[in-house]
């Protein structure tokens, strides 16, 4: 009987192929040469669909329980900057579109395509400090945590996520919503002073203010629709606060519209070493809406001083719980960011965002909702304020002066009453969004979203810089853009 060769197996044959050729240096502006068999043989980095270990990587690659349906032709998991050189060229010949995977926190799983290479670098995650200097080099699969472990002790920190799992890949990338941004340029995309970027060619490139600009701009702030592999970032450290305090006032969900008045006015007044934050969660005793106000300072009597303002508000008088000048640090932080028993950190997610300027009027749109929702782990997180001013020579270009994240979680197999409670949500917030977040919204449900991620620039000169970078479409698009 003859074979019935279909272009799958075609490709699958060339990836089995391996061609014998050695490694070639990966100096910065050297190409490499593809050789398969290093990533199939021994040391097992490749697998195909048809591979018995296929589904267990594929499921490995999301961060959370979820496991969106699509299916990559190849996984690959380089383990050093020339391996993701390698594979990338790899890809190319072989025609298989790659994407990037560095810790699979993207909740609408924008790491996951239908066909081509996946090329996970979760096995990069080292970081160098260079402490005259005030910066260091960190790899994409570094978590935030595992970043402040490494820069505290040498007196440094920096604008990690909110969740100490969360890697500084598609963090950074997109942008990165961090604790104490507003001391620390904002959006925290602003301190990638470098980047080192494998490029369609296969080619390591360099890029800063000087070499490669167009490339520089984008790798702060494209997020998914960035046009190269990053494979390690040079970052600008801050001086680590050594007090970190905190105060929180937990309300009823009828007052959440109130206290989201009461962050309103204390944005415009709070100074950079303060972070607001507003969290809508459901406790034992119902749903509660629950403002905090942390400062990050030197000294413990400066932080004393800036939350005694929020402990005199006639608002604080009216919560029903105060828990006022808790001492806290990051690692304290991170460890409490990913406890199961609060519905932290664990469980099947969807997330859409919006930016607006009308923070209360958003908060009073999608309460009763809030209340409603099928899931009692889902929250919603408000950053209150953000430092609006957009960063020069960045993608990201799409603020407003409050950010919210509806956070669908559940715990059982219930996805499309989530999914659907997410969506609900989304569409009650969506007259009152100046845009949104590219890290955090679902392109595949709805590609206008990612788009609103953007200014009308931006948009066009990404567009730009991405045919330029790869005429040949080495790189998926954004989700839901191709
Ligand atoms: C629990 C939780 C907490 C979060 N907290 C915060 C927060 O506090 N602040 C905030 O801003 N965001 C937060 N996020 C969102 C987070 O920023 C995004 O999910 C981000 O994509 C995570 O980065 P990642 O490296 O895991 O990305 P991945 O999921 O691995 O990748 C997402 C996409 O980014 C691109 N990509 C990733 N790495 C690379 C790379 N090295 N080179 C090229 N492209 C790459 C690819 O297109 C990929 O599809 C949170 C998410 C979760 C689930």
């Not at 890809?91 to 699979?104: E, I």
């Not at 459901?282 to 106000?293: D, K, L």
């Not at 409603?372 to 957009?390: F, G, K, N, V």
């Amino acid at each position: 009987m003859t074979p019935v060769y279909t272009a799958g197996m075609r490709r699958r044959n060339l990836l089995r192929a391996g061609l014998s050729a050695p490694l070639a240096g990966a100096a910065l502006g050297g190409c490499v040469t593809p050789d398969a068999q290093r990533f199939q043989g021994t040391h097992r980095r490749m697998v195909l669909r048809d591979d018995p270990d296929y589904e267990r990587w594929r499921q490995g690659m999301a961060w959370q329980t979820f496991k969106h349906d699509r299916y990559p032709d190849a996984i690959a998991r380089p383990r050093t900057t020339l391996e993701v050189a390698e594979a990338v060229t790899y890809a190319r010949r072989n025609r298989l579109q790659v994407v990037a995977r560095s810790g699979g926190h993207n909740v609408s799983g924008a790491f996951l395509r239908d066909g081509g290479m996946l090329l996970d670098l979760g096995a990069l995650r080292g970081a160098e400090v260079d402490v005259s200097r005030g910066s260091a080099w960190v790899e994409p699969a570094l978590w935030s945590r595992n970043l402040a472990r490494v820069l505290e002790p040498q007196g440094f920190a920096f604008p990690y996520a909110h969740c100490g799992t969360v890697p500084m890949g598609g963090y950074l990338l997109g942008g990165g919503v961090g604790l104490n941004g507003d001391s620390w340029g904002g959006i925290a995309c602003a301190n990638i002073l470098e980047a080192e970027v494998v490029l369609a060619s296969g080619e390591l490139v360099r890029v800063n203010a000087e070499q490669r600009p167009d490339l520089y701009w984008a790798v702060r702030g494209a997020g998914t629709g960035f046009p190269g592999v990053v494979t390690r970032y040079r970052l600008k450290l801050h001086p680590a606060p050594r007090v970190l305090l905190s105060s929180a006032y937990v309300f009823t969900l009828a007052a959440a519209t109130d206290a989201a008045r009461w962050m309103e006015r204390e944005r415009r007044a709070a100074p950079e070493d303060t972070e607001l934050m507003m969290l809508m969660a459901h406790s034992p005793q119902g749903p509660v809406a629950i403002a905090r106000f942390v400062a990050f300072t030197a000294e413990q009597a400066r932080a004393e001083q800036l939350l005694a303002r929020y402990a005199a508000a006639p608002e604080a008088h009216k919560a029903l719980v105060r828990m006022e000048r808790v001492p806290t640090t990051f690692e304290q932080w991170f460890r409490e960011s990913v406890d199961a028993s609060r519905g932290l950190g664990f469980g099947s997610y969807g997330v859409e965002t919006i930016w607006t300027d009308r923070l209360a009027e958003s908060i009073d749109a999608v309460a009763s909702a809030f209340a409603e929702a099928p899931s009692a782990m889902s929250h919603i997180l408000i950053s209150p304020r953000i430092h609006t001013a957009t960063p020069e020579q960045a993608a990201f270009s799409m603020f407003g002066e409050a950010f919210i994240g509806v956070y669908s979680v559940w715990a059982d197999g219930a996805h499309a009453a989530n999914f659907a409670w997410l969506e609900h949500c989304a569409q009650l917030l969506a007259p009152f969004a100046k845009g949104r977040y590219v890290n955090e919204t679902d392109g595949f449900a709805a590609p206008e979203r990612v788009r609103s991620a953007f200014s009308e620039e931006a948009w066009k000169r990404l567009a730009d810089v991405r045919e330029r970078e790869d005429r040949q479409g080495v790189f998926h698009g954004f989700p839901g853009w191709g």
